[in-house]
């Protein structure tokens, strides 16, 4: 169990295409009336946009915001801000316009309104950062979060791809970082996933499909994950790789989202053995084994830097570098020492790619290609699809397992046993497909999308092909020993018209729980048969009340049944599976209501609406019938769906 504290921040979010038309309305909900825009010069445009939308809500103006926030500049927009008597902020930029809001604010406890153009992810969190004198420094007040942020993906979608692809790998800072932070959570933990595995998407749909950079849904898919990796630094501490990156930036004025790309990778790999569960959930959102690899060819195929050098910094800072960011202590997975530091920082001045993950497995993504590339020439399409996707998760269970070559002969070696046990009254693979739940999986994708029929459920392993034709109120248990059963249903469509001359065929157990193919000295089939519904859409017939049974558990299913401590029983129930011309066939199974196991139905069969009652009674039966003792009495309406009937009604 995991013992966790976790404090909200709340800001408005206004997420979509085309808000930025809401922000007059925003601040007006805040209460305000003179708002001073901040921009930066380079968003001049952008500035322009909001600066109408505002109308005559806009005081002033002030476009100096740079990066790292200095104080300096701060003192300028304070001054503007004083001389318009502004009662709010808004802001349209990046990190650095959100920089100076947030000053402001922290200045003034003026409100803000913030329209990110970038993916810093900063304009949810309660942190600010700024540089005074060459040093920077952070500070966090739930006074600086803003008050509204406004998402607005047309925003972005001008971004130029160098800027997009930093940016964004900036964001994936905050939600790695968040994951091994020392007050991490369960809510902060999904968030970063899912942030991680976005940002990965959105950038990945950029570089890689040759899309148009403006495409919207990557560009949707890359603001949504910021906005949650903002979430997560708003939630949680940051660790080692933000402190590298304000001490680059501050004390070197290297470029902010630039450095946390470059860094990134590096700062994960030093954190990896430290983290190992973490890294692997990393590379689980990422579909790999590797993650700082990962994310360094990421970076590298999405066209962003690699190295320190190319960003300015000179090899002989490396030394200083090192000891300012190790000059004070704050927490992280593992011991920041000044020797493991410059050792990392040397690593993301070069640019090289991080070793892999220390005692984990290879990284084996180029074999996967080749075998999927291999399926390129299938002419069947739908076999091309199922390959080409089931190769990949394959390879991604024995690489995330690490598995050995003892385990994988043991897989193989079960399979022949199971192969060597199939038969036309058995069928071990149908055991193995039920007791892992496969098939029920694939019966209720395949059967059970229209609410308007009666739920499926699975064959199971005993159904013969050819059962025999019987007419109407036999008895297809020819005199077993067991409670008479009188079984009475109707088959109608989704109109509530009968069904007429549907073929039901029936099978069931006998009361010690066998099927007859499981007892060779019976002479044919029992408790077994093929009917057909009347003019009216009715069936009836006798039979016995069907009781819970095991699954053949003397294989090697049944092996496995044991060693994971589950027990092999079924939950009591008849088989029925009816045809019937336009219309699709349904099989299904009704489970005696108060049986044993429906809880725990060893090949999880059991639905709710399935679970019937099998009432009992005494006396004349409804054909005449005289029973001395107990009998039961099961009704019930089967509905099936016209051909015609698509799996979206």
């Given amino acids: 169990m995991q013992n966790f504290t976790y404090t909200g921040h709340s800001a408005r979010i206004v997420f979509g295409s085309g808000t930025l038309q809401q922000v007059r309305e925003e601040v007006e909900r805040l209460g305000h009336g003179r708002a001073l825009l901040l921009t930066s010069p380079d968003l001049a445009d952008f500035g322009d946009r909001v600066e109408k939308a505002l109308g005559a809500l806009c005081a002033g103006r002030f476009d100096g915001a740079v990066m790292h926030t200095p104080v300096e500049v701060t003192r300028e927009a304070l001054a503007v801000f004083e001389k318009v008597d502004a009662d709010c902020v808004v802001a349209v930029g990046g990190g650095s316009t959100t920089g100076l809001a947030k000053a402001l604010a922290v200045r003034t406890g003026a409100d803000q309104v913030i329209l990110p153009t970038t993916y810093a992810g900063s304009e949810v969190t309660p942190v600010l950062g700024e540089t005074d004198a060459g040093v920077k420094t952070t500070r966090s ?35 790695v970082e968040a994951l091994y932070a020392p007050d991490r959570n369960p809510l902060v ?44 630094l708003a939630a949680v501490g940051m660790g080692l790789h933000h402190k590298l990156c304000h001490t680059l930036g501050g004390s070197f004025d290297l470029p902010h989202s630039p450095t946390h790309a470059v860094v990134l990778p590096h700062a994960m790999a030093y954190n990896a053995p430290a983290a190992p ?34 960003l300015g910094l000179a090899e002989d800072q490396l030394q200083r570098a090192a000891e300012l960011a190790t000059a004070s202590p704050y927490p992280n997975p593992r011991p920041v020492t000044q020797d493991g530091i410059e050792g990392l920082l040397r ?20 074999l996967t290609a080749e075998v999927v590339a291999s399926f390129d020439k299938t002419p069947n399409p739908r076999l091309k699809q199922l390959l080409t996707d089931l190769v990949p998760r394959l390879h991604a269970f024995a690489v995330d397992n690490d ?123 029992v408790l077994r048969g093929r009917l057909r519904t009347d003019a009216e859409g009715r069936l009836r017939f006798w039979s016995i009340l069907p009781c819970e049974y095991p699954i053949p558990d003397d294989g090697p299913v049944g092996d496995m049944l044991k060693a994971t401590g589950r027990h092999p029983y079924r939950a009591p129930h008849l088989h029925f599976m009816i045809n019937a011309e336009g219309h699709q066939q349904l099989i299904t199974q009704l489970f005696v209501s108060g049986g044993r196991y429906l809880d725990s139905d060893a090949v999880f069969g059991v639905k709710d609406d399935l679970i019937v009652e099998f009432v009992p009674r005494t006396g004349s039966a409804p054909d005449g019938r005289e029973i001395s003792g107990e009998w039961r009495e099961l009704r019930f309406t089967f509905r099936i769906a016209p051909v015609t009937l698509t799996t979206a009604e």
């Fill in 141 to 175: 007040s739930p006074d600086i979060l803003p008050e509204t942020v406004i998402y607005d993906v047309e925003l972005s979608r001008g971004l130029p791809m160098s800027m997009t692809v930093t940016s964004a790998f900036n964001a994936m800072a905050h939600a």
């Fill in 347 to 366: 690593d993301a001045w070069a640019g090289v790619r991080p070793a892999g993950t220390a005692g984990g497995p290879p990284d084996l993504s180029w």
């Fill in 403 to 525: 598995l050995s070559q003892q385990e994988w002969q043991y897989a193989i070696d079960f399979l022949t046993r199971a192969g060597h046990l199939c038969s036309d009254t058995r069928q071990e693979f149908v055991l193995l497909s039920d007791t892992l739940g496969v098939s029920s999986v694939v019966d209720m994708l395949t059967n059970s999308r229209s609410p308007q029929t009666t739920p499926s459920a699975v064959l199971g392993p005993f159904y013969v092909e050819g059962p025999p034709e019987l007419e109407q109120d036999t008895d297809i248990s020819q005199d077993l020993p067991g409670t008479p059963l009188y079984v009475d249903v109707d088959v109608l469509d989704t109109q509530g018209r009968p069904v007429a001359n549907a073929v039901v065929d029936v099978w069931q157990s006998n009361e010690d729980g066998y099927y007859d193919v499981q007892l060779p000295d019976l002479e044919g089939p």
């Fill in 189 to 232: 933990d999904g968030l970063a996933l899912d942030s991680v595995r976005r940002l990965a998407r959105g950038l990945r749909r950029l570089s890689e499909t040759s899309t148009d950079a403006a495409d919207p849904e990557a560009r949707a898919d890359l603001l949504h994950g910021a906005w949650l990796a903002g979430a997560c």
């Fill in 277 to 310: 569960d973490v890294m692997r959930e990393i590379a689980g959102a990422l579909d790999t084994v590797d993650a700082p690899r990962a994310v360094f060819d990421l970076l590298t195929a999405s066209g962003g830097p690699t190295s320190l050098r190319e």
